[in-house]
């Protein structure tokens, strides 16, 4: 059985971050998301979860605009891998699930439906120690999530308990999840 992990400052930073993040995206909470990235438009990249790139903090502001009054996100079921730090730069790396209900605006956004939807996900995520402004505060400047086949198929050359259902969402072979605690947003 694998000890329980203690995490450097750094590490724990990182993970707060990252917290934040995902519990931001819970009913698009745009002040919260604007927390975890670097100021300026020429620092943040983001392959989003949508398939297109998003730059800066304004555009991922934009689309998060646009989700506000098209979707409605669900707190995300997240289990982070990896959690590393060396120097000034560091990395997450986690899987999950992400319960979206998408409806339609108003304003006719142009969406021809309705319907609630649990996206599994995979997502890595940059860190540096700098703000956008060359402050020393930690920042994501890169994020990058793509959709995850069904749980219970066997991976490409491998056998039905590599499976994500037998290996456990956030597990690895050599390691458990780290499991994030929301309780700090009920305050």
């Not at 142009?110 to 890595?124: H, L, M, P, Q, S």
């Amino acid at each position: 059985m694998t000890e329980a992990r203690t995490f450097t400052a750094d590490e724990q930073t990182l993970l707060d971050l990252h917290r934040d993040w995902y519990y931001s995206n819970y009913n698009v909470n745009i002040p919260l998301m604007r927390t975890v990235f670097p100021k300026g438009d020429e620092s943040y990249i983001m392959y989003n979860l949508n398939g297109f790139p998003y730059f800066g903090l304004e555009e991922l502001d934009a689309l998060w605009r646009f989700y506000a009054q098209t979707q409605n996100f669900g707190l995300a079921v997240d289990k982070v891998m990896r959690v590393e730090v060396s120097g000034d730069l560091g990395y997450v790396i986690s899987e999950g699930i992400f319960p979206v209900e998408v409806f339609k605006a108003a304003d006719d956004n142009g969406f021809d439906g309705t319907g609630k939807v649990e996206i599994r996900f995979r997502a890595t995520e940059i860190y540096k120690r700098d703000d956008g402004e060359g402050n020393p505060t930690w920042s994501m400047w890169h994020f990058h999530c793509s959709p995850v086949p069904d749980g219970d198929k066997t991976p490409i050359s491998k056998t039905p308990a590599d499976s994500a259902d037998n290996r456990g969402l956030g597990n690895t072979p050599y390691s458990k999840a780290i499991e994030l605690d929301y309780s700090v947003y009920d305050k």
